[in-house]
């Protein structure tokens, strides 16, 4: 079983920037895709970035060139930098790996 620890969330004005990681169990952590989400109130759950083992990236429109989602195998971590935060990117961010999920950070950007 994988366990994923989401961290890094918090307040921050539009404009602002934090890093998102996310820790993970387990010795498989290496070998798979690692994605982080997004999740909005009275919205769906949506795709932001995925990272593949060897690194291969790619994110949601809305996001390119202002998040960047990077991995650290060694440490079985998964990061995700985001720059020039937006009030529509206010939202409780998940980190999955396969049908894992961690338990989600808020991210709150406002004024």
Known sequence: ??????????????????????????????????????????KQRELVARITSGGGTN?????KGRFTISRDNAKNTVYLQMNSLKTEDAAVYYCSCIIYWGQGTQVTVSS
């Open 59 to 63: 994110y949601a429109d809305s996001v």
């Open 1 to 42: 079983q994988v366990q994923l620890v989401e961290s890094g969330g918090g307040l921050v004005q539009p404009g602002g920037s934090l890093r998102l990681s996310c820790a993970a169990s387990g010795s498989i952590f290496s070998i798979y895709a690692m994605g982080w989400y997004r999740q909005a109130p009275g």
